[in-house]
């Protein structure tokens, strides 16, 4: 199906564990983001890519690691995954610099 | 302080009214500016995007933006009880030469039969 597509939806891990999530855009977006949505806080920018191979951080970056060999798929690290860390994921993409983005289904993340 | 303030509700409504949400942003170097409906335990969905002032209308949704007083707005008429969801608005921020989005917190919608 085309779109943009998180995996896995539910994931439950251990404190110290790494864990991958993944994310895959049809579109060939050239944009794509990595948020994390808590209460109180709303959605917060963790990393976003402008292209295969350009990555940034943004508010929140601090324990995660992305990377993008390729166009379509942006995955997200935890390298050492903490309670603080438990929370719902979301992955977007956007065509361009100056237009709206599109949401993946998002990945609760519990950290136990 | 946050680059997009909005509140937070809920904001509960009969069926058929007239919902009216609202953002104030502080600072937007594009003023491109949109809004996401999200259910529970689902994505953001885009619903309007909008980089003017004044109204922007589709279906029974209206986006305004008045950019002299930094305030956007949502109105959504005839609200039936599936608008139920939490509205997020966003601002497209810039750094350098990239685009990102900066979203306010949700205001819940409640819309009762």
């Known amino acids: 199906d085309a779109g943009i597509t998180q995996s896995p939806r539910y994931k439950i891990t251990e404190t110290g564990r790494q864990v991958t999530l993944m994310c895959h855009q049809t579109?060939?977006?050239?944009?794509m983001f990595w948020y994390r949505q808590d209460l109180g806080h709303g959605l917060r920018l963790i990393y976003y890519s402008a292209a295969a191979d350009i990555t940034d951080k943004g508010e929140v970056p601090d324990g995660y690691v992305v990377s993008r060999s390729k166009t379509e798929n942006f995955p997200l690290t935890l390298e050492s995954a903490t309670r603080s860390q438990t929370s719902v994921y979301f992955c977007a993409s956007s065509r361009g610099r100056i237009t709206e983005a599109f949401f993946g289904q998002g990945t609760r993340l519990t950290v136990v | 302080q946050k680059e997009v303030e909005q509140d937070p509700g809920p904001l509960s409504v009969p069926e058929g009214a007239i919902v009216s949400l609202n953002c104030t942003y502080s600072n937007s170097a594009f003023q491109y500016f949109m809004w996401y409906r999200q259910y529970s335990r689902k994505g953001p969905e885009l619903l309007m995007y909008t980089y003017s002032s004044g109204n922007k209308e589709d279906g029974r949704f209206t986006a305004q933006v008045d950019k002299s007083s930094k305030y956007i707005s949502l109105f959504i008429r005839d609200s039936q009880p599936s608008d139920s969801a939490t509205y997020l608005c966003?601002?497209?921020?810039?750094?350098?030469?990239?685009?990102?989005?900066?979203f306010g917190a949700g205001t819940q919608v409640v819309v009762t039969p």
């Open positions: 579109w060939s977006h050239s944009y």
């Open positions: 966003a601002d497209l921020m810039t750094t350098d030469s990239w685009g990102k989005f900066q």
